[in-house]
């Protein structure tokens, strides 16, 4: 049988993706996923704001009371003997691409638009195969309206697709008043694929404590509901290619999220 198919302009011997996540920072483990029929790989993202709060983190403690204490500024290395920036991801793409013969898809959190397209850049140029954008805008302030979150995902993808070669493709939230027009406008602004969906962190409250913590719930097999319904309802209707992502379980559920589009 012929599961061969086309993702992002990508020829690949089945529709099998391991979506963004830990695993693939292991170079053995991105070995493993091929060995076990994987088609390619999204890596973990690399986030524009946890770069820049590491290197204010680090002027912070390397230059606190130096004014009082000159010998202080030899108790820490140069800050240029630090792997501050993107530098360790683009060398796990280099590393992942010459590890393996499938292909790369690259992923990133950007912060600022220039953030976009200059990590975009440097992630063309380490050798990913693609990029997905993991667009993780959280609405959070009432003066903004819904069109002005809608022109910020437009707009990165429009700025991001104009500066890169590679194709690129957006991992999407649910939670757009309109999710049939976002997606067929993030299609007009040049995004070859579409992943559904996104899922965004939900803290919790610990009662002895008294503090907000991060509580990481894995996804179940009942989350695959929403792509699937949406999957279903965007094919044909979009040029972008579909994938899914969340709940996915079983080779039933990849069987249901083909016939589904």
């Known amino acids: 049988m012929n599961i061969t198919t086309n993702y992002l302009g990508l020829d690949l011997r089945n529709p099998i993706v391991p979506s963004s996540g830990p695993i693939s920072e292991d170079l053995s483990k991105i070995k493993a996923m091929e060995d076990a029929g994987a088609a390619a790989v999204v890596l973990y993202s690399l986030f524009e704001e946890q770069i820049e709060n590491e290197s204010l983190e680090l002027h912070h403690r390397t230059t606190y009371h130096v004014e009082s ?113 976002i997606a067929a406008e993030l299609d007009k602004a040049g995004a070859d694929g579409l992943s559904l969906f996104n899922r965004f962190y939900q803290p919790d409250i610990d009662l002895e404590s008294l503090e907000v913590v991060p509580n990481v719930i894995l996804s179940s097999p009942a989350s695959m509901r929403l792509p699937l319904r949406w999957i279903g309802i965007l094919y044909g209707k979009v040029k972008a290619d579909l994938a899914a992502t969340s709940g996915i379980y079983t080779e039933k559920d990849v069987i249901k999220m083909i016939m589904a589009g």
Not at 75 to 92: A, N
């Open 69 to 181: 204490y000159a010998e202080a500024l030899n108790y820490f290395p140069e800050p240029f003997e630090y792997r501050l920036g993107p530098d360790e991801y683009l060398e796990h793409i280099r590393k992942a691409k010459e590890s393996v013969g499938i292909p790369i898809i690259a992923s990133l959190n950007g912060k600022s638009l220039g953030g976009w397209i200059d990590y975009s850049k440097k992630i063309e140029q380490a050798g990913a195969d693609a990029l997905e954008l993991n667009i993780y805008l959280l609405a959070t302030n009432p003066s903004k309206p819904s069109s002005w979150i809608e022109k910020t995902y437009i707009d990165i993808v429009k700025e991001v697709k104009s500066s890169i070669s590679i194709p690129i493709a957006v991992k999407m939230h649910p939670f757009f008043s309109s999710v049939a027009w």
